[in-house]
């Protein structure tokens, strides 16, 4: 059964720092792994989507990457801002299934 | 811009009562999913379709029921509200890419 983790569960930073966020799968049998932002109160909104064959994605000041046989994946954030505040999660589409199995999610705290 | 809008936003109601949420995608995604998401629970699965008059049980599937009818709609109802049922509620779709899109979910309130 695939199961995923995401540590640290929360993480208080002040602005303007580099951050990497993790997240560990125990199957590498997957087809997808994504990432997640959700504001309080809020539906979750992708940030980043890494297919199976890729090793990583960029979206402005994010960086996620996806090493399957180590069952791992990191979003790096630079130059964070009090607006990156908000609850990360990953979650990984195992293969030959359209379920997503999500990570419980890392809370960031950006101070200005 | 192609979407998914769930309604209504905020709901509360009785112990007993029919409760359904409403979940409209205009993505023309083929799998639909409705997810409810408790502190200390994360988000768990209650039913999902990949399709039209195809639906199917998820891991949190007791009291919940749900029917495809079109591509744009997946109604989740509740048969007898319980206040276990208490939660928020989210609707998401994939479509070919496998990228999941979420609505902004559903506040249920069982009193």
């Known amino acids: 059964k695939q199961e995923v983790t995401q540590i640290p569960a929360a993480l208080s930073v002040p602005e303007g720092e580099n951050l990497v966020l993790n997240c560990s799968f125990t199957?590498?049998?997957?087809?997808?792994l994504q990432w997640f932002r959700q504001d309080p109160g809020k539906g979750l909104t992708s940030l980043l989507l890494?297919?199976?064959?890729?090793r990583e994605q960029t979206s402005g000041r994010l960086n996620a990457s996806l090493d399957k046989s180590s069952g791992r994946s990191t979003l790096y954030i630079a130059a964070s801002q009090p607006g990156d505040s908000a609850t990360y999660l990953c979650?990984?589409?195992?293969?030959?299934?359209?379920?997503?199995?999500f990570g419980t999610g890392t809370r960031l705290l950006v101070s200005p | 811009d192609a979407e998914i809008t769930q309604s209504p936003r905020h709901k509360i109601t009785e112990t007993g009562r029919q409760v359904t949420l409403a979940c409209h995608q205009t993505?023309?995604?083929?799998?639909m999913f409705w997810y409810r998401q408790d502190l200390g629970h994360g988000l768990r699965l209650i039913h999902y379709?990949?399709?039209?008059?195809?639906?199917n049980k998820g891991e949190v599937s007791d009291g919940y029921s749900v029917s495809r009818s079109n591509t744009e709609d997946l109604p989740l109802t509740l048969e007898s509200a319980a206040s276990s049922q208490t939660s928020v509620y989210f609707c998401?779709?994939?479509?070919?890419?496998?990228?999941?899109?979420f609505g902004e979910g559903s506040r249920l309130t069982v009193l």
């Open positions: 998401a779709s994939t479509g070919n890419t496998g990228e999941l899109f």
């Open positions: 199957d590498s049998a997957i087809y997808n």
């Open positions: 979650a990984v589409r195992p293969k030959g299934f359209q379920k997503l199995v």
């Open positions: 890494i297919q199976s064959s890729q």
């Open positions: 379709s990949y399709g039209v008059q195809d639906t």
């Open positions: 993505w023309n995604h083929n799998n």
